[in-house]
C-alpha cells in the first residue's frame, strides 16, 4: 500500500464579510414589519409575536462575529432574505464550480503540481446545485484533469469522508493524486428568518491534494497516519428539501425544506461522540493527545470546540492547540476543519501530528490523523 501525503490546500473566500450586527438589523426589521402587519392577529392572541435577535446572544452564543457570504445585499434585504445568486445558463461554469476552480488551483500550486498530475475530483459538500451531472465532473473538465470525477454528500463531514475516499484511491494504487473540495454556499439553505439559527452559516470553498508520499515533490507536506470515520443515525439537523418535494405539493416552500436543528441536543449528544471518536482513534494509533500539537477542528460553535478539546486533553487547549475560525468565517460545513488546518497548518514543525476532525449532520463524524514531513 502507497502512503499518502496532503500536499496542498486551497481556499476560496467569498467577497462579502457581513457583521452580526447587519445581520440582526435585518432580522429585526423583519420582525418589527411581521408584527406591525399581523398587529391585530397578534392583539387578539391568535398568532404569537415574533421576537427580535441580538448580535451580543450570537456571539456569546456561538462564538461567531461575521461571515462571508457569496450575495450579502439578498439576504440583508428585509423583504427578501435570501442570497441573489441569478441561475447561470448551462454552457456557464457554476457558481460553486466556479469557487472550487479558484481553491483548487491554489492547492495545485502549494502541492507544486498541475492538472496532469491528478487522476481523480471529488467534490464533497453539504449542498449540490443539482442531481446531475456531477458538480465534480465540471470542476474536472474546468481544470483540465482527465481520470474520474464524482460528488460525495456526508454534510459537515463531507471533507474528512472525501479525504478517505481520495487516500483508499491512492493507497490502492487506482490514483496517484487525487483532488477534494469544498464548495459550501451554506447560505442558501439558511432560513435567515429563523432567530434560532439565522446567524449559524456562512460560505466558503477549501480544496485537498492528496497524493502519493515518494511521488510528492513540494516541501514539508502531511503523511496521512489514519484516518477513521464514523456515523449514528439523528433527526435533530435535517433539511428536506430534495427530488420528491413535487410530488406533495403541501409541503413545498416550508421551512423543513431548509436547514433545522435542534442546537441545544446536538451540542450535547455530538461534544461526547466526538471526544471519544478522536481519543479511540488516537489510541488505535498509540498516538497520545499530549504529543498531539494542533486540533483543527470542525467549526460550529466556540464552547463545542472547547469541550472536545477538554474531553480530549483533559485540560483546556490552548487557542494555538485548537486555532478558531469561525470568528470570522461561522460555520462553512464541511469547509469549516480545512480552513482551520489551511491557515493554521505552519504551526506544525517537522515529525509533528496534528488531527483534522469534522464532525455535523448525520450524525457524522470523521478525523484525519497527520505527521508533517
Ligand atoms: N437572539 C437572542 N436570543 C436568542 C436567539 C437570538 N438569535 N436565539 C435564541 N435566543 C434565546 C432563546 O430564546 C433562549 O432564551 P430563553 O432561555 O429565555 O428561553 C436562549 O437564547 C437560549 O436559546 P438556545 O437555543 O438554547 O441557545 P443555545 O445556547 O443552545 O445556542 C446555538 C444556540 C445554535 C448557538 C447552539 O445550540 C449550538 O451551536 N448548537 C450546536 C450547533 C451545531 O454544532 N450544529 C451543527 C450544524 S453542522
Known sequence: MHKVVISGTGLFTP??????????????????????????AIAAQELAPLVASSAEFIEKASGIRQRYLMDAAGVLDPARM?????ERDNDSLSIQAEMAVAAAREALELACRSAEDVDMVIVACSNLP??????????????????????MNVACSSATFGIQTAVNAIQSGQARAVLMVNPEICSAHLNFRDRDSHFIFGDACTAVLLERADAAVAAGVFEVLGTRLATAFSNNIRNNFGFLNRCD?????????????????????????????IVDHLEQLAIRPDDVRCFWL????????????????GREATPDEAPVILDRYANTSSAGSIIAFH???DRLGTNDMGVICSFGAGYSV????LRKN
Do not use: W
Open 130 to 151: 443539482r442531481p446531475y451531472p456531477a458538480l465534480a465532473i465540471e470542476v474536472q473538465q474546468a481544470l483540465g484533469i482527465r481520470g474520474c470525477a464524482f460528488d
Open 343 to 345: 491557515l493554521h497548518k
Open 15 to 40: 467577497p462579502n464579510a457581513v457583521s452580526n450586527e447587519q445581520l440582526v438589523a435585518a432580522f429585526n426589521e423583519y420582525v418589527a414589519h411581521f408584527n406591525a402587519e399581523h398587529a391585530e
Open 249 to 277: 405539493e403541501r409541503g413545498i416552500g416550508q421551512p423543513d425544506k431548509l436547514f433545522i436543528q435542534q442546537g441545544r441536543k446536538v451540542f450535547k449528544e455530538v461534544c461526547p461522540m466526538v471526544g471519544e471518536h
Open 366 to 369: 470523521g478525523s484525519v490523523v
Open 82 to 86: 435570501t442570497p441573489s445568486l441569478p
Open 298 to 313: 470542525h467549526q460550529a460553535n466556540l464552547a463545542m470546540n472547547q469541550l472536545i478539546a477538554r474531553r480530549v486533553l
